[in-house]
């Protein structure tokens, strides 16, 4: 299965949201055994973390605290077919921060 990507994000952007996130996730994961660098882009939530709905769930309130409302992980998943939520990879939640966060900073790189 092949899902398309937002286009616009900015690498160096990238690289720190994927240390937000992946912090975010040994967070959620906490007492489970990850090994460091374990989590990368191609890392899926459901077949590779193991994360359950409530764990979602907790991510969600983390990415609101960390981000406000400017990313909104239910409005974000609330538009994928079931399949894509379950291979959601961590490299697209963070494209997908990086566009939000680019375009509530009204598209300034």
Known sequence: MTTSRPAVYDGAHE?????????M???????????EGEITMRTRFGSDL??????????AGLLEERYGGAVNFAEFV?????????????GRLVEH???CL???DGGRP
């Open 97 to 99: 921060i990086c566009v």
């Open 25 to 35: 996730i040994r967070h959620v994961l906490e007492g489970y055994e990850l090994e």
């Open 15 to 23: 690289s720190e949201v994927l240390a937000e996130l992946t912090a």
């Open 50 to 59: 193991e994360l359950e709905s409530i764990d979602l769930v907790t991510l």
């Open 102 to 104: 680019k375009a509530a």
């Open 78 to 90: 609330a538009g994928m077919e079931l399949e894509e939520i379950i291979e959601l990879d961590v």
